[in-house]
C-alpha cells in the first residue's frame, strides 16, 4: 500500500547510501552492458 515510506524501517545511515549505491551499481552495469556486449564505446569523450 505505502511501500514508499519504506525507508522508515532502514537505519538512518542506509536510507541515504541505498539508494545511491544501487544507483551507482545499476549505473555501472548497464555502462559495461553497452560497451562489453554490444560495443558502444561510452567513455570515449567526443565534441
Keep these: 500500500m505505502r511501500s514508499y515510506f519504506a ?6 545511515i542506509l ?3 541505498l ?3 544501487v ?3 545499476t549505473d555501472l552495469g548497464l ?3 553497452y560497451q562489453l ?6 567513455w570515449v569523450f567526443r565534441w
Design 7 to 12: 525507508g522508515v524501517y532502514f537505519p538512518r
Design 15 to 17: 536510507v541515504w547510501w
Design 37 to 42: 556486449a554490444l560495443g558502444i564505446p561510452l
Design 23 to 25: 544507483m551507482l551499481i
Design 19 to 21: 539508494p545511491l549505491l
Design 31 to 33: 555502462n559495461l552492458y
